[in-house]
């Protein structure tokens, strides 16, 4: 039985590492989501692939909710505003990072549906390998880092 309903074993599990003093945060979809300042269509788009093959048995169904949020992130114009937005930023690195995650998760969820067609299985390990590359891609170690502290989290 699950101790803690707010957060459930289908968001934890996933940890990023700090080489310097060998110490290991724990973080969850919503450290990403505040730190990017992501809002809801990308959120959620996060939190579906975050949990992909541990919340439900039914991959697919998962998957085609987290396409749904990226299918309305795009046509409620959050792309467009996203690309003018770093035209006129010069640093350019919330606006940057966010569509770099819009078009990596949209990869994710189409090589995951093709595993789950060609194998029929996904493997909860794989998923978590890709989100910690995907922070570090977006480059955003650091900030998750001095979020968790200012959140008061717990590695």
């Given at each position: 039985m699950?101790s803690?309903?707010?957060?459930?074993?289908?968001?934890k599990?996933?940890e990023?590492?700090?080489?310097?003093?060998?110490?290991?945060?724990?973080?969850q979809?919503?450290?990403?989501?505040?730190?990017?300042?992501?809002?809801?269509?990308?959120?959620?788009?996060?939190?579906?692939?975050?949990?992909?093959g541990?919340?439900?048995?039914?991959?697919?169904?998962?998957?085609?909710?987290?396409?749904?949020?990226?299918?309305?992130?795009?046509?409620?114009?959050?792309?467009?505003?996203?690309?003018?937005?770093?035209?006129?930023?010069?640093?350019?690195?919330?606006?940057?990072?966010?569509?770099?995650?819009?078009?990596?998760?949209?990869?994710?969820f189409?090589?995951?549906?093709l595993?789950?067609?060609?194998?029929?299985?996904?493997?909860?390990?794989?998923?978590?390998?890709?989100?910690?590359?995907?922070v570090?891609?977006?480059?955003?170690?650091e900030?998750?880092?001095?979020?968790?502290?200012?959140?008061?989290?717990?590695?």
């Open positions: 699950n803690d309903p707010i957060n459930p074993p289908h968001y599990g996933v990023i590492h700090d080489p310097a003093d060998n110490t290991a945060l724990a973080i979809p919503i450290d990403v989501i505040e730190v990017l300042e992501l809002g809801f269509h990308l959120g959620n788009a996060l939190k579906y692939a975050w949990r992909l541990r919340k439900h048995a039914r991959v697919e169904e998962e998957i085609a909710k987290g396409n749904w949020y990226l299918d309305r992130f795009r046509s409620s114009g959050g792309e467009a505003k996203l690309v003018a937005d770093n035209a006129r930023d010069d640093a350019g690195d919330r606006p940057g990072q966010q569509l770099l995650l819009a078009g990596n998760l949209r990869n994710f189409l090589l995951m549906a595993r789950v067609v060609r194998e029929n299985s996904l493997e909860s390990g794989n998923v978590h390998s890709y989100m910690r590359e995907l570090s891609l977006l480059g955003i170690e900030q998750l880092w001095q979020h968790a502290a200012g959140a008061g989290v717990q590695s």
